[in-house]
């Protein structure tokens, strides 16, 4: 079949060749732009014949035919499944109630630690117990006063009622209860300053105070996490901003938990722009899990684009030439032989290994998934 197409070529090409020489070109310009139109108008006609030739000289040489080894490939039938895209995030795990726990008062030294780290504490539970020596004196020292100067008014009392005194005497003898009552109230209240409370329900996460040292405002060194209450904080670039709204639904995954997958939605979003990260927060409610701890890395996907009934093919069987997109297709010839078939399609997203194809491949077209490298139009195929 070669000598034929040789023979075939060489008689147009001689033919191309004396049409050309037969007509000398003129020395203007416009008249050689008009020669090179006509030979490049002769050179399609003759690329038409030879396709034509060469295609029915593969018909007619079975001994072509046979020489030609199909190629293995394996085919696919295209249908519809659900699509979802995901803009792909990392965030990190965060507490909605965490405190360092600090003294009411000036603090002190601590005498008591009654907690360690891991224990699950109430709020209002006692956590450390500070040196209390001077509020106690404190106390005593006021509760004298006070005795005293019920003493004194009860005195004077029993003198005014017998018509005894001045009223002011009196009057003046019950403002000194008064005030050492409140003087002796204001000692309880430093006494109890002495003990430290949880502010929180939560878990211990972290104490490094010890007996002897000094506790006192501002210092970081009992931390309390509340983990029923987690949530994953994480920004979003400003590109996807009309993407990603309140009510978003998301998929996370926990690599230090061998990728456990949680789902949620978007509680909250930033209103402000992040002026050198260029992106906007962005916080998603965890449901409370045992195994999720505060400032853990999260893999965080969220849905901007779903479509129940989509085209999809593997992202690895498309193709680029100079037209575009293409796939191969496998179709019969006359005889009911596979032969490769070269499809321009349209794409829409793509996710992990799936892309939606828009345009271009029909329903129960039989897509080559494997195999489909080097292939060329109409070259023979096989399944077997």
């Not at 040489?61 to 190629?71: G, H, Q």
């Not at 000194?176 to 002495?194: G, H, I, N, R, S």
Request: proline share 3%.
């Amino acid at each position: 079949m070669n000598k034929i197409l040789t023979i075939i070529t060489i008689s147009l090409l001689s033919i191309l060749a004396s049409c050309g020489s037969s007509t000398k070109a003129p020395d203007t310009l416009e008249g050689k732009k008009k020669q090179l139109s006509d030979l490049k108008d002769r050179q399609d006609k003759i690329s038409k014949q030879i396709d034509s030739l060469e295609a029915q000289i593969s018909r007619l040489d079975t001994a072509s035919k046979a020489a030609k080894k199909a190629k293995l490939v394996a085919l696919a039938p295209v249908s519809t499944s659900a699509f979802t895209h995901y803009i792909d995030l990392q965030g990190n795990v965060d507490a909605e109630n965490m405190t360092w726990v600090s003294p009411r008062g000036q603090g002190g030294v601590v005498r008591s630690v009654l907690v360690k780290q891991g224990d699950n504490v109430r709020k209002g539970q006692l956590l450390l117990k500070l040196d209390d020596a001077v509020q106690r004196t404190s106390i005593t020292n006021a509760q004298i006063q006070l005795d005293h100067a019920k003493d004194l008014y009860q005195r004077r009392k029993n003198l005014w009622d017998q018509k005894i005194g001045t009223e002011v005497d009196y009057i003046n003898a019950k403002n000194a209860v008064d005030q050492a009552e409140t003087q002796l109230k204001a000692a309880q209240d430093q006494l109890d300053f002495t003990n430290v409370y949880a502010d929180i329900d939560g878990t211990v996460d972290n104490i490094t105070v010890k007996l002897g040292e000094t506790f006192g405002p501002g210092a970081q060194s009992l931390h309390l996490v509340n983990t029923s209450n987690l949530k994953v904080v994480l920004q979003v670039p400003e590109l996807y901003q009309e993407r990603v709204r309140v009510g978003t639904p998301v998929k996370i995954d926990f690599p230090g938990l061998n990728n456990k997958e949680v789902t949620g939605a978007i509680k909250t979003t930033g209103k402000t722009i992040n002026s050198d990260s260029r992106s906007f927060s962005v916080e998603i409610k965890l449901p409370n899990d045992k195994d999720i701890r505060s400032n853990q890395v999260a893999v965080v996907r969220l849905q901007d684009y779903a479509v129940p009934k989509a085209v999809t093919i593997p992202v690895n069987t498309l193709q680029n030439d100079d037209k575009g997109k293409y796939v191969m297709v496998a179709t019969k010839d006359k005889d009911g032989a596979l032969m490769a078939h070269k499809k321009s399609i349209t794409i829409g997203q793509s996710y992990a290994d799936k892309v939606e194809i828009t345009g271009g491949l029909d329903l129960g077209d039989q897509l080559i998934t494997d195999g489909f490298q080097g292939l060329y139009e109409g070259q023979p195929i096989t399944i077997q």
